[in-house]
């Protein structure tokens, strides 16, 4: 065994990283590398003595569209990045126990891959965030009343603005959007689909409901970003995403449930 | 009164001309000139003596995506143009009346259009037609059986091969799409929506069906081809669409009815 | 004279309206109603007493997509309304004096309309405002370094969350969408465009930039609007657009620049 | 070695397939059975006599999109088919050698796809064909002037027309749309794209040119008929795609060889 693959829920993450570490393994882990700083900064501690290659799983990276986003943006494409609208909404929530053990989960488990998002797409850290939270499902489908619907708006060190809104319920299939605006231009992921089929008739023109989750949306950047990961790990060069990105992202949603429970700005570093 | 429109059924288009003619007026009438060949040939003469600007209304040539189609052929965009495939659908037939009145009006009232188009698109004539028909409405809405249901092809002078299809019954609105292959690229003309709304829900994406009819979608292009018209006759210049474009394309659809009726592939003149 | 239709700088709306107010005019104002709440409140004063006709310019209303977007919210197409999205750029910013007579016109004269909006789509108000600014154009297009970038999050009474962005330098034209996310569905008022052209070269696909700016994009919006006005004066009926409701989206305006100034979030009435 | 794939030149094909049947192997072979129909009745004898179970290649049939379409099709949603649409154009011409091995394989080669869509799709045969041809590449990369651009008419059982067209240099990749034109609507598959970004600046929105060729865009297409394939011969079940399903595409391709060289209709046995 060369390498460790951690894919369990959050807070079992640390102390296999922990074991992983000290076995001399590689190790990728899906994020969040912990729910509980201080814990992050131990394993960070760990993995840092041990020496071993490290992956945060922020699989959006490798989405060919947000992909392509990206170096679009870092071509210079559209010029300064002015501002980001994200869009990212499932089609349903997490069952009652998952939701249980992890309060502000919109913020932890879904829009963390939006932090790290703009971090990478940005290429700088934002120094402000607000956060407001709705709490729109009926007690059937969202029994502790945990935050279901989120929007989030962050300044980043350059001045520019971030919006990134969120939900459990979006009916239409998982619904992920990437929006950059900038002194040149605009670029635009846009959604995924089934088929290309349009079906016209006397009540409009109708194509299929988007992909319906992220195994459907993202499996063509989990092939990939494990590809990364084996190469660098086999290669000896270092990994794309590292624990200090894990971190930083954790970090973030961190700040948005104080804000979200403060009602007040933070900032952020 | 210094110019007379002329948009009453296509039978009575001749006399009205020859007598518009002779009172001097400038002339604007709407297609086809006539249905016969020959009274085609009488106008012209009366026209030509009487020396009045004539334009036939060929109004499609005056929609702006149309427009925008034929200027970049002809600014080179696309290199040659090798396959041109035109839509032409009505969302209904005409009363049985009319239809009685016009046999194989599919070519003369709807595809001649088209033929137009191709003739202005390309800037060159046609060679060969073949065309093919069907009757596809029940008896109820086609008691005359007349083609409701059309394709034609045919190929152009420097070998370039044309496509067009039409039908009486697009239950999602006027279809009227052109597109343009050559050597470089494509150019589509798309169709045009009511409004830009789209509606997200589990059954899929819905968008408006297209706009209802010719009124509404070439609106835009009956207000340009007047204005068009009264430009050509105030200042004295040619008008935009001369009796001969009227001619060739009537000759077209009469060489269309011919391959229709005979199965058999038509030269053009 | 029957009405007045005041299209003048926002400064001078206040005396002209208490002018014809006074000479008993059905009247037509261009928002905002005033900069100055207390100007507002005495013209509402004045037009009250005179029992004239007052209808404010909120032209987007009456955009046949953006009201197809509210009509079908108020249908109950998506449920209840959860999530609100309003992207609202222009492609460039006001001259230099226009600018220097307005501080933060980005809310004033722009994101203005999209506070009504939101109002009008979801029938309901906002509770809460949290907006920031950003300065990114240079200092020879914007001299005064008055806010060109802005964002803004609203809490509606029901615990909607709305997002609202503006820029005053979208290059590829007005950028006029409306998002509204809900239990059922999601309704998107997308862009309009000059031509349905696609052009496919080897480079990608090709479509126009939006319209360029608002007189392009609304053109209907006004026919209809100074349609329905004209109605509502000739009829005897009520105005559709009240000075209570420029009342409303100034004082959102006013909210929005104490909330960008202090950092706060400001509680709205 | 329970199955034998032929993915050799056409040429090869009927050689190959007999000595596989005659030891008893399962065959997949990809399209054309062979170019000469006796060679490929003499195949379908030992075939027959071997008893192997035989599978075709048209992976068309199994592409999500097309197969969407034709399952939409089939459950009757747009009534009765009346016109069919197929574009079907390549990126660019084979080599010389390829090329001179394969006189009009455009039809042999592309069109032949299509000619199998069309009788997967409605379900019955057609009954005329008249094909057109032209040679529009320059001499450099077509120097044996083989026919590079190709438009087919077809009349099939029921009245139903159909169009195809089809070249060898589609600048913006490949180029594989259907259309489906019926009493209650239409059905259009759409082409595919390699990411879903927009970019938007001042010349306009532009979008990802086309998958580049079959390999790209038919991807899923292989996997899922290599799966079919084994499912019908690891089940004992009849394969998907039958000898005779290619037979019946070569003839077609055949007769309209015979209607571009004769310029004449051609009936279908």
């Known amino acids: ?76 494409e559209i010029g300064r990045a002015e501002m980001l609208v994200l869009s990212s909404r499932d089609p349903e929530i997490s069952p009652p126990d998952y939701v249980a ?25 934002p120094v402000e965030i607000v956060a407001r939270t ?24 350059s001045g520019a603005l971030v919006h990134i809104n969120s939900s459990f319920r979006a009916t239409y299939g998982y619904d992920q959007r990437i929006e950059a605006f900038g002194e040149k231009g605009m670029l635009v992921s846009r959604n995924h689909q089934p088929t290309s089929l349009e079906r016209y008739d006397a009540s409009g023109i109708r194509q299929d409901p988007l992909l319906r989750f992220f195994i459907e949306r993202y499996a063509e950047s989990y092939v990939r970003e494990i590809g990364d990961f084996v190469d660098a790990v086999t290669s000896g060069r270092a990994t794309s995403i590292t624990l200090d990105d894990g971190k930083r992202a954790l970090a973030l949603a961190d700040a948005a449930v104080e804000s979200a429970k403060s009602g007040a700005p933070v900032a952020i570093g």
């Open 101 to 125: 053990a992890m309060p502000y989960g919109i913020f932890y488990d879904t829009i963390i891959h939006d932090f790290d998002m703009v971090r990478w797409l940005t290429g700088e850290e």
């Open 1 to 76: 065994v060369g390498a460790v693959l951690i894919c369990t829920p959050p807070r079992t993450h640390a102390a296999i990283i922990e074991r992983a570490a000290r076995a001399g393994k590689a190790i990728f882990c899906e994020k969040p590398v912990d729910l509980d700083m201080k814990r992050v900064d131990e394993c960070a501690r760990v993995v840092a003595k041990a020496g071993v290659p490290f992956h945060v799983g922020f699989n959006r990276r490798y989405d060919p569209s947000h992909r392509a986003l990206h170096d679009a943006i870092r071509s210079g």
């Open 134 to 157: 709705a709490v729109m499902l009926d007690v059937k489908e969202n029994p502790h009343r945990d935050p279901d619907t989120a929007m989030v708006m962050l300044t980043m060190a």
